[in-house]
């Protein structure tokens, strides 16, 4: 059940060209930690310039965390990584794609949501994926799309629902490794169980 929570501060962000200059200055004053969800995580300058100061807090001693879609952000695992992984961001792809031209039932389950949480203390929520607003034209409209930045009590339900994903990922990764050992079927999409 959802309950209205008094107290809070939303600030309304239109279009990235808003969003990615405070999700950039809230990952870069994170101290402890900071959980990034998106449906698309591209690589482009948008894309690199997030997965840079994702990677410089990872490098301070940050606890980063990025959790992508298996589909809409499958150019992550060839392009991102490298710049994430070194520094010691932690990724994880919710229900990887092992054969895209298959259709099944549970490919229609997918993450779209677009969360990042920092310290605890500061969250966006919105439409807003990692992808250049102008499509790389650098100038023009941009994507006709919103985010919030919230601070106040209902980020700890916001960081609880972040933390919660990515144990229930992690888990599910290590079940189907455990699983792939057991069967020596390898790992691609989540079961329906």
């Known amino acids: 059940m959802t309950a209205f ?8 962000l239109r279009t990235g060209d808003e969003y990615f200059p405070a999700l950039e200055s809230a990952i ?16 482009d300058p948008t894309g690199r310039r997030i997965a840079l100061a994702l ?16 589909f809409g952000a499958a150019n992550l695992v060839d392009s991102l990584r490298g710049i994430l992984e070194p520094a010691g961001v932690r990724v994880l792809v919710y229900r990887p794609e092992g054969e895209r031209f298959r259709l099944r039932r549970h490919r229609l389950r997918r993450l779209h949501r677009k969360l990042a949480v920092v310290d605890g203390s500061v969250a966006f929520c919105g439409g807003i994926n990692l992808i250049d607003d102008r499509d790389g034209r650098g100038e023009g409209s ?10 106040g009590p209902i980020v700890a339900d916001m960081r609880l629902a972040v933390r919660r994903l990515w144990a229930l990922v992690e888990w599910s990764r290590g079940r189907l490794r455990a699983g792939f050992a057991r069967t020596g079927r390898p790992p691609g999409a ?4």
């Open 55 to 70: 990677a410089e807090a990872a490098r301070r001693g940050v606890a980063v965390h990025v959790l992508v879609d298996g």
């Open 5 to 12: 929570v008094p107290g809070n501060r939303v600030d309304l």
């Open 28 to 43: 870069a004053a994170a101290r402890r930690e900071v959980h990034v969800e998106t449906y698309i995580f591209e690589d």
């Open 190 to 193: 989540f079961t329906d169980g």
């Open 142 to 151: 941009p994507r006709f799309d919103f985010a919030v930045r919230v601070e």
